[in-house]
């Protein structure tokens, strides 16, 4: 497998409102030949918990949600000591330009545009963990 290079499967946390995103992200990951252990949680509030909790590899986190967005738990990850260094990845539907920039401003590390491509999510999860070796 070519997940040689990490020390133990990466452990990746799906932070994202939508079941059926949710649904077709585990599968996309579970079917890759890299290894990913992968969390879900349906809300950003639960997200950090589980975030503080398990501390994950990378965090997937959706920028459209109910209650808490994206951006505003990026920011209260990124203002918790243990937190701070954890890949963030923002999956985003909005194809302005500005929203991208405001992403990366709020702490995320890059970005992944919906509509996921199903071949690459895999590869792109494994170059932004490579970013943070
Ligand atoms: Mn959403």
Same mark, same amino acid.
């Given at each position: 497998?070519?997940?040689?290079?990490?020390?133990?499967?990466?452990?990746?946390?799906? =932070?994202?409102?939508?079941? %059926?995103? @949710?649904?077709? $992200?585990?599968?996309? *990951?579970? +079917?890759?030949?890299? #290894?990913?252990?992968?969390?879900?949680?349906?809300?950003?509030?639960?997200?950090?918990?589980?975030?503080?909790?398990?501390?994950?590899?990378?965090?997937?986190?959706?920028?459209?949600?109910?209650?808490?967005?994206?951006?505003?738990?990026?920011?209260? =990850?990124?203002?918790?000591? %243990?937190? @701070?260094?954890? $890949?963030?990845?923002? *999956?985003? +539907?909005?194809?302005? #330009?500005?929203?991208?920039?405001?992403?990366?401003?709020?702490?995320?590390?890059?970005?992944?545009?919906?509509?996921?491509?199903?071949?690459?999510?895999?590869?792109?999860?494994?170059?932004?963990?490579?970013?943070?070796?």
């Amino acid at each position: 497998m070519p997940t040689w290079e990490f020390c133990r499967m990466p452990r990746i946390l799906y =932070i994202e409102d939508n079941r %059926d995103n @949710r649904m077709l $992200v585990r599968r996309i *990951l579970m +079917a890759s030949d890299y #290894e990913f252990e992968v969390e879900e949680a349906d809300n950003a509030r639960l997200g950090i918990e589980m975030a503080q909790q398990n501390k994950p590899d990378l965090i997937l986190m959706d920028m459209s949600m109910p209650e808490m967005d994206g951006l505003t738990a990026t920011r209260q =990850i990124r203002g918790m000591d %243990d937190l @701070r260094n954890i $890949v963030i990845v923002a *999956l985003t +539907a909005n194809a302005m #330009e500005g929203d991208r920039e405001r992403t990366l401003e709020a702490g995320c590390d890059g970005y992944i545009r919906k509509t996921i491509d199903v071949d690459k999510l895999p590869d792109e999860i494994i170059h932004y963990l490579r970013s943070r070796q």
